[in-house]
């Protein structure tokens, strides 16, 4: 029947709903994830039987959502949503609906549902029910709304979103009408909370075709409500080093990176700022400090799609220094430890990622990763391999010497010396000794007068 069978704890759910005279059903995306052979992520099952019904049935149950009819079952210590067949109606504010409904008919339910390839049910032995043509879809890889498109994304926005997703995470295309309704009432998005935006764009970004998302999300306009700065590099010419424009740039970059979700921001906002900073000089196009004021763009942007701090400041951060990594041929030692310490160690491997993708992004040149990085690379190894101080951590004094050496109390000062200290042993890691650094505390703050 289907290459992944139903698994044990799911079939004993559905029989003990059948067996008390229910009617149950597999639903969703786990009938069109086993259509399509692959395996389903969850396993939802609809039934006809009231939440109170399916609580008495069986033991172990969790009222998750009981007013929308979702009662997680636990079977063989499984967790399984079983939902009540259920209408809704009356979205007036473009987002839920007003009422919701329960209802013993499986047709109504799946009428409610948003595209016609999850909008298909599966009897447990394995006969699929299909009342909008989803099989069909599925073999011609369309995304086509289920009703009419145009009233299904006013009642809500987020469908729209959860479209270009499918299409990402599926590779499928959107029939016309449902693209043309989405072009229409993309507006509307801006009624979506802005937590749930960030979900489905970050589920796009970790597909195997986040680049495509991106361009779907611009041509059905949503883009224009979500992150309208990256439409300002369409369009916007590079220069030698470069063969596409920044926004084609950014979507190739966005697809060559690992599916991260801090190395997916980062590829496709690294370019963000570009089109500001541009400046043509005899001719030539340069984007001074774009790495910088893209940071700040991308700080804005995030924080407005309500991504988590440690998610904003990894991605800004590995914005900010996506330039870093360029290796000049005459670097000292000293020179790569102050490379390091401004990166950060745990940052390294990220920004080789991103500067790996943005290569290939130029479309001009070859190769995983250019000479000079796999050169910087060793040198950074080497440099490590030596043991050498990183940070204020690594030096062999700390806080409470510097007061006692410098007879101070704690304030600035100490900061200061201590980062005095660092750079010098950056500079000659041999200064890196207890004795050395105490001289040179008292010599600092004779020199700072304290
Ligand atoms: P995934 O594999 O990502 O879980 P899924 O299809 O199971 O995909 P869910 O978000 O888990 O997606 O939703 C389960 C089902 O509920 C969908 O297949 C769809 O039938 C229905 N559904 C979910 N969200 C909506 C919505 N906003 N509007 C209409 N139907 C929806
Ligand atoms: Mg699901």
């Known amino acids: 029947m289907t290459r992944y069978p139903i698994p044990p704890y799911v079939r004993r759910i559905m029989t003990a709903l059948?067996?008390?005279?229910?009617?149950?059903?597999?639903?969703?995306?786990c009938v069109r994830d086993l259509l399509l052979e692959t395996r389903p992520k969850d396993w939802d099952v609809a039934t006809s039987a009231?939440?109170?019904e399916?609580?008495?049935?069986?033991?172990r149950?969790?009222?998750?959502?009981?007013?929308?009819?979702t009662v997680t079952v636990i079977m063989f210590g499984h967790p399984v949503e079983v939902t009540t067949f259920r209408t809704e109606w009356g979205y007036s504010d473009h987002r839920r609906p007003d009422q919701v409904k329960f209802t013993r008919s499986l047709k109504e339910d799946l009428t409610r549902r948003d595209l016609t390839v999850n909008a298909m049910a599966m009897t447990l032995e394995g006969q699929v029910i299909d009342y909008y043509g989803g099989r069909a879809d599925l073999a011609g890889r369309l995304l086509r709304a289920v009703g009419r498109p145009e009233e299904r994304f006013e009642e809500?926005?987020?469908?729209?979103?959860?479209?270009?997703?499918?299409?990402?995470?599926?590779?499928?295309?959107?029939?016309?009408?449902?693209?043309?309704?989405c072009k229409k009432k993309a507006p509307l998005i801006e009624k979506v909370s802005r937590e749930r935006i960030r979900d489905e764009l970050s589920k796009m970004l970790l597909s195997d075709r986040p680049g495509y998302a991106m361009e779907l999300l611009r041509i059905t306009g949503l883009l224009e409500f979500i992150i309208?700065?990256?439409?300002?590099?369409?369009?916007?010419?590079?220069?030698?080093?470069?063969?596409?424009?920044?926004?084609?740039?950014?979507?190739?970059?966005l697809d060559a990176v690992?599916?991260?979700?801090?190395l997916r921001l980062a590829a496709l906002l690294h370019d963000i700022a570009k089109p500001r900073c541009l400046t043509v000089e005899n001719g030539e196009r340069h984007f001074y400090h774009h790495e910088n004021v893209g940071a700040d763009m991308a700080w804005d942007i995030l924080r407005r799609l309500r991504f988590d701090n440690h998610t904003v400041e990894t991605v800004t951060h590995l914005i900010r220094q996506h330039m870093a990594l360029h290796y000049q041929p005459d670097m000292t030692d000293s020179a790569v430890r102050r490379l390091i310490r401004r990166v950060g160690l745990e940052y390294i491997g990220d920004l080789i990622e991103l500067r790996r993708a943005d290569r290939e992004a130029s479309g001009l040149k070859e190769g995983p990763v250019s000479r000079g990085t796999r050169k910087l690379l060793r040198r950074i190894e080497k440099v490590l391999e030596e043991d050498a101080a990183f940070g204020l951590k690594d030096l062999v004094v700390n806080g409470h010497d510097v007061m006692e050496k410098a007879g101070i109390g704690p304030g600035p000062a100490?900061?200061?010396?201590?980062?005095?200290?660092?750079?010098?042993?950056?500079?000659?890691?041999?200064l890196n000794e207890r004795e050395t650094l105490l001289k040179m505390i008292e010599e600092k703050a004779r020199e700072m007068g304290l």
């Not at 100490?414 to 041999?430: H, K, S």
């Open 18 to 29: 059948l067996e008390a005279g229910h009617e149950a059903y597999l639903v969703g995306g």
């Open 50 to 52: 009231w939440p109170k």
């Open 54 to 59: 399916v609580m008495a049935l069986f033991p």
């Open 61 to 69: 149950t969790v009222p998750t959502g009981a007013r929308h009819g």
């Open 156 to 181: 809500d926005a987020l469908r729209m979103m959860r479209t270009v997703r499918f299409a990402a995470q599926l590779g499928f295309s959107v029939e016309d009408e449902t693209f043309e309704a």
């Open 228 to 253: 309208p700065e990256l439409l300002e590099g369409v369009g916007c010419l590079q220069n030698e080093h470069h063969k596409y424009p920044v926004w084609e740039h950014s979507l190739i970059a």
């Open 258 to 262: 690992p599916p991260r979700l801090e």
């Open 414 to 430: 100490v900061g200061e010396i201590l980062n005095y200290l660092l750079e010098q042993v950056l500079e000659n890691p041999e």
